[in-house]
């Protein structure tokens, strides 16, 4: 009975530790720390103009990913899912934004960031505008592709004066005040945000003679009038 009970301990005892190594050999799936993913885009920061990048994929064969983008600017090409070692072309979009901006490629948890160059602010204004000879107040608008976009008015001719709008950001007005003339046409220049606008003054040409009428013999004869007006004014 003694050693029935010992054969029978022992070949339970390889029972159990054979079926614990049946078990560990038979696990499918990967772990989670043996698909670990890395990935790096090149390049990570663009040009205003955007331009054509690649996201390297590095993982065990058997790993599985997908990737997708958070911004609409950053666009995926090819297949964005996989698995193992894998590239995945993407673009970036023009930015016309006078801005920074940041994006990012997903992938699993994480994310691969993605920068992009503010774009050059541009700015238009009217090359030329017309004054009445009596002066007046005139308004000229000033259009900025953003808001960060900074610029300054000043008067480049004594007779113009700015009255509002000396500086801003982004799109806005500058008033301007003409004096009064009553001398021939005559121009002037304004820079507003590093541009040049040249205004234009009509005439304000009096003109007067005298004598208004005179009287001559029946034997004719020679007279005189005198016209007055300012220097540089046509008669």
């Given at each position: 009975?003694?050693?029935?009970?010992?054969?029978?301990?022992?070949?339970?005892?390889?029972?159990?530790?054979?079926?614990?190594?049946?078990?560990?050999?038979?696990?499918?799936?990967?772990?989670t720390s043996k698909c670990q993913i890395g990935a790096a885009a090149e390049p990570a920061r663009f040009g205003a103009d955007g331009g054509d990048g690649t996201l390297s994929i590095t993982t065990n064969?058997?790993?599985?990913?997908?990737?997708?983008?958070?911004?609409?600017?950053?666009?995926?090409?090819?297949?964005?899912?996989?698995?193992?070692?894998?590239?995945?072309?993407?673009?970036?979009?023009?930015?016309?934004?006078?801005s920074q901006r940041r994006g990012a490629i997903a992938i699993g948890e994480q994310q691969v960031p993605i920068s992009q160059d503010a774009a050059p602010c541009a700015i238009t204004v009217p090359s030329r505008d017309t004054v009445s000879s009596d002066g007046e107040r005139r308004s000229l608008n000033v259009t900025a592709n953003g808001t960060a976009c900074s610029w300054t008015a000043r008067s480049e001719t004594e007779w113009l004066t700015i009255v509002q709008g000396s500086q801003g950001s982004g799109s806005g007005q500058v008033v301007y005040e003409a004096?009064?003339?009553?001398?021939?046409?005559?121009?002037?220049?304004?820079?507003?945000?590093?541009?040049?606008?040249?205004?234009?003054?009509?005439?304000?040409?009096?003109?007067?003679?005298?004598?208004?009428?005179?009287?001559?013999?029946?034997?004719?004869?020679?007279?005189?009038i005198s016209l007055t007006t300012d220097a540089g004014c046509p008669w």
């Open positions: 009975m003694r050693t029935l009970t010992r054969s029978v301990g022992v070949i339970l005892t390889c029972g159990v530790w054979f079926g614990c190594t049946s078990s560990t050999q038979n696990v499918t799936g990967p772990s064969r058997e790993c599985s990913w997908s990737a997708s983008s958070t911004d609409s600017w950053v666009q995926l090409g090819g297949q964005p899912s996989g698995q193992g070692n894998a590239k995945v072309t993407f673009r970036v979009a023009t930015n016309a934004d006078p004096h009064p003339t009553k001398g021939p046409t005559r121009s002037g220049e304004l820079t507003i945000a590093g541009q040049r606008v040249t205004v234009t003054q009509g005439a304000g040409c009096s003109l007067s003679i005298a004598p208004s009428s005179q009287t001559v013999s029946a034997d004719g004869g020679s007279g005189a």
